[in-house]
């Protein structure tokens, strides 16, 4: 059976409202719950790097022809590192900004493939000849809805697909697609997150209200239908 959310109507009482925030922030943590270990890890990763590379450091300290491609490689670390610091940027609260769906597409691809390639799962983008659309539409709504839905397949109870796909719909350019291909009987289940239920369509609903956006799902799929662009603030 398929069915969908839209937006609450503005009819809903406050208490009503507020009550409906209270549950989409919930599933937003639940959702983040599982992209934080993979931005967790390439930070700590990249600080051990440079630590090491930082005593390297001081031992060539007297060796100038050494020290070059040392400084060079310690830039490098301090830009990828920073890249994901930014990275934290898209859990802050508020619209965001507006970028394209496929770009989105992508970091939500970096930060949920970790998890799933740990269980043998694949997560790929777009399929040939149909590109993902460039429209855009406000990141972090949309990043929180491709990650709840991509988590949410993964994790299915009846057991895991072996692909998760973003597609493109058909006759939309603002819509994504995010179905599961295919079944995997050999792959371990979900690593449990201590004291946060499984995400599903109900919960991924929710959010969906929340963040102003549509959401259709299926057995199998889901359609994010993003959120409007805000207007520019006019100065």
């Avoid at 009550?19 to 600080?47: E, F, K, N, T």
Wanted: cysteine-free; overall charge negative.
């Amino acid at each position: 059976m398929n069915t969908s959310t839209h937006p609450s109507p503005p009819t809903v009482s406050p208490l009503a409202q507020a009550d409906a925030a209270w549950i989409a922030l919930g599933v937003q943590h639940a959702v983040l719950a599982r992209a934080m270990p993979v931005v967790r890890h390439d930070i700590a990763g990249l600080l051990t790097i440079m630590r090491m590379g930082a005593v390297v450091l001081r031992r060539r300290a007297g060796d100038e022809q050494a020290l070059g491609p040392q400084l060079e490689q310690f830039e490098e670390h301090l830009v990828h590192l920073s890249d994901s610091v930014r990275r934290l940027r898209h859990w802050d609260l508020g619209p965001g900004t507006s970028e394209p769906l496929d770009e989105t597409a992508q970091l939500a691809r970096e930060l949920a493939y970790p998890l799933l390639a740990m269980r043998g799962l694949d997560l790929t983008l777009g399929s040939e000849g149909a590109p993902l659309p460039t429209t855009r539409a406000p990141q972090q709504a949309v990043l929180s809805l491709l990650l709840g839905a991509i988590h949410a397949l993964a994790e299915a109870p009846d057991g895991p697909p072996a692909v998760v796909r973003v597609l493109a719909v058909p006759g939309s350019e603002g819509r994504l697609r995010v179905q599961a291909e295919g079944h995997a009987p050999d792959a371990p289940p979900a690593a449990p997150t201590p004291g946060i239920p499984p995400l599903d369509g109900a919960a991924l609903g929710h959010l969906a209200r929340h963040l102003g956006a549509g959401l259709h799902q299926g057995a199998g799929w889901f359609e994010i239908e993003p959120p409007p662009v805000p207007p520019k603030p006019q100065g």
